[in-house]
């Protein structure tokens, strides 16, 4: 949870109040104090998402966005 919340520049609270959330939503399994993984509806909707960002990512390369600029996240 710690490297979840410096990852996103979030408080650790915030981050284990969105897995409880998620877990509700059944997209990850959440055990406090142990950790959380993706269930198999997580894990799909992730791999939607990583298609998503690649077609993005062509699309913005293919305006002439550099390649590594293309993948960041703010673009």
Do not use: C, W
């Not at 919340?5 to 104090?33: C, D, H, I, R, W």
């Not at 590594?68 to 703010?74: S, T």
């Amino acid at each position: 949870m710690k490297d979840v919340a410096e990852k996103l520049g979030v408080s650790l609270p915030t981050v284990t109040e969105m897995f409880q959330k998620l877990s509700t939503q059944g997209y990850v399994n959440y055990e406090p104090y142990s950790g959380a993984t993706l269930t198999e509806e997580g894990l799909s909707l992730a791999r939607g998402l990583e298609r998503r960002h690649g077609a993005l990512k062509e699309f913005f390369i293919l305006l002439g966005l550099p390649e590594e600029r293309a993948d960041e996240a703010d673009v």
